[in-house]
């Protein structure tokens, strides 16, 4: 499906897992991203049960990004989504923090550094991640049962 999404909408780039189990969320993936500008992995979940035209939010990412209820980040997700060679991460949700028991659909985004004025990338760190990266590569959706 994913393929045909991106043939027809341009819309994803790549396919994804996505299951949930035991209070948490994963998300596996196979795509290789390029290490030039590489600034890490984004999650993204729309809150919304059942809502699959929802506004995708920031579930989790390199940095703490986000004040939603539903954002995690600790130092080991730091490390994992920072890494371009991971394919796969555990994030702790709870239906308390989303919209209860349901339906919800994720994705992956793959995060480049923009160029400078003198063509250069920007060093990944939190300052230049907020205000100086881009979204590379979008996975296609994965509805995912959260109870």
């Given at each position: 499906m994913d393929m045909?999404?991106?043939?027809?909408?341009?819309r994803a780039d790549f396919s994804i897992d996505a299951s949930y189990y035991s209070g948490k969320l994963k998300i596996s993936w196979s795509e290789n991203p390029s290490a030039e500008g590489f600034a890490g992995y984004e999650v993204y979940i729309i809150p919304e049960?059942?809502?699959?035209?929802?506004t995708y939010e920031v579930i989790t990412a390199p940095y703490k990004i986000s004040t939603a209820p539903f954002f995690f980040w600790n130092s080991a997700i730091e490390t994992l989504l920072k890494n371009r060679l991971t394919k796969?991460?555990?994030?702790?949700?709870?239906?308390?923090?989303?919209?209860?028991?349901?339906?919800y659909y994720v994705r992956l985004g793959i995060i480049k550094m923009k160029k400078d004025d003198d063509d250069e990338y920007y060093i990944v760190n939190e300052t230049n991640y907020k205000s100086h990266s881009t979204l590379d590569k979008i996975s296609g959706y994965k509805p995912v049962y959260i109870k």
């Open positions: 045909i999404e991106r043939a027809m909408t341009n049960r059942w809502n699959e035209y929802g796969s991460v555990e994030i702790p949700v709870s239906t308390s923090s989303l919209n209860g028991e349901g339906e």
